[in-house]
């Protein structure tokens, strides 16, 4: 599995599969999600209502699938981050069901490629550390997809992202430690 990270707009970036950090209303807002509904046409929203009216949303740390619209992907899965309110509300596993079941459903839809955002790092203010560090170890212990690519907007995203991914290979070289 390779698994890199670039700076940039997620709609831009050609994968299988691009994550969309939604709502639970799954109807587009702002961010990452609103970026994703604009670019990608009424096509998604569409498809995202008519979700919505069979099983009412999408609850945290769960994850439903559309076409990608009018974006270079194929397909656009849509998982719902935890908001962070200080660690004690099993915030970190609910993160990590982000990653894991957006990750079965592109093994599902026969995905070689999956971009993810920084999921709960915006306006949901989940600490970027440790959401990448729970993004990176997750990704780790579920190799199915052939190739991650983590696509973060800002330059700290970024910067954290970058650090993360270079010790991963510094540590995964001299086999003594794990993330």
Sequence with gaps: MKIRCVQG????VTADIIV???????????????????????????ECIKIRNK???????EAVITTG????AKYVIHTVGSVWNGGSNNEEELLKNCYSNSLKLAKEHNAKS????N????IYKFPK????????????????IDEVIFVCYDDENYGVYKKLL?????????????L
Excluded: W
């Design 114 to 117: 999956i971009a993810f955002p």
């Design 55 to 61: 099983q009412g949303g999408c609850k945290t740390g």
């Design 129 to 144: 550390e440790k959401a990448a560090l729970i993004a990176v170890n997750t990704i780790k212990e579920n190799p199915i």
């Design 119 to 122: 999921i709960s790092t915006g």
């Design 9 to 12: 707009d997620i709609t831009k």
């Design 69 to 72: 619209g009018l974006l270079p």
């Design 20 to 46: 969309n950090a939604a709502n639970t209303s799954l109807l587009g807002g702002g961010g990452v999600d609103g970026a994703i509904h604009k670019a990608g046409g009424k096509t998604i929203l569409e």
């Design 166 to 178: 270079y010790m991963f290979v510094m540590i995964s070289v001299d086999g003594e430690r794990d």
